[in-house]
């Protein structure tokens, strides 16, 4: 019923920037978190950044000061802005979504988008 749909990403020259969207379809009576992850090739899913719904934001040591999270809670979209972008940045990136409907609590996940960075 709830589904997850990511756009955004794209190939791009280090330094550039790119904005990723991640917006619900479906009924979420509440939204606890609205995170994004990320995975490289060859290694684990990495939370990147993460919202929570009393506004605490968390990001991984690599890239703050270059990302940032933020929310629409009406919509129920998820935006991760990428500045300053690094071949290391290069992955396939997920947003991920806690929230409660009505079959409970319930957590669901985009269907991924790659983020290529070029140097």
């Known amino acids: 019923q709830v589904q997850l749909v990511e756009s955004g990403g794209g190939l791009v020259q280090s330094g550039g920037s790119l904005r990723l969207s991640c917006s619900a379809t479906g009924t979420l009576f509440s939204v606890y978190s609205m995170d994004w992850y990320r995975q490289a090739p060859g290694k684990q899913r990495e939370l990147v950044a993460g919202?929570?719904?009393?506004?605490?934001?968390n990001y991984t040591d690599s890239v703050k000061g270059r990302f940032t999270i933020s929310r629409d809670n009406d919509k129920n979209t998820v935006y991760l802005q990428m500045n300053s972008l690094k071949p290391e940045d290069t992955a396939v990136y997920y947003c991920?979504?806690?929230?409660?409907?009505?079959?409970?609590?319930?957590?669901?996940w985009g269907q991924g988008t790659q983020v290529t960075v070029s140097s």
């Open positions: 991920h979504f806690d929230g409660v409907t009505v079959q409970g609590w319930r957590d669901y």
């Open positions: 919202s929570t719904s009393g506004g605490r934001l």
